[in-house]
């Protein structure tokens, strides 16, 4: 299991299953605000996306596990929760950009 670290205190966990992973990224009051699963058929990367309500994660989540899984060829799950109360636009915006960067680093240090 990887976890991973940032100045927001943004936290990847990486578990292996088998071939597969799954990644829970939280920080801040962590939850669970999307969920996504992307694998490949028929050899393109297909998703499956559950995002609560009132949450703003699925986009990102979205974006992480499809990268993910064209990077690694494997199925990945991303669990996402990040939320810190009164943030401004800024802050969410360097926070998506950490969250980005760590993934891109653990996926190029995990191949």
Avoid: W
Avoid at 13 to 35: F, M, P
Avoid at 57 to 71: F, P
Avoid at 83 to 98: G, P
Wanted: zero cysteines.
């Amino acid at each position: 299991m990887l976890m991973a670290t940032s100045k927001y205190n943004i936290q990847i966990k990486r578990l292996q299953l088998g071939h597969d992973r799954v990644y829970l990224i939280y920080g801040g009051q962590a939850h669970i605000g999307a969920v996504v699963t992307a694998y490949f058929h028929h050899g393109e990367v297909q998703t499956q996306l559950q995002a609560l309500p009132g949450h703003r994660e699925d986009q990102l989540a979205l974006e992480l596990a499809e990268y993910a899984a064209s990077q690694l060829k494997v199925t990945v799950t991303v669990v996402m929760g990040i939320h810190f109360d009164r943030a401004t636009k800024e802050m969410i915006q360097e926070i998506v950009e950490e969250v980005r960067g760590l993934m891109h680093e653990e996926i190029g240090a995990n191949p």
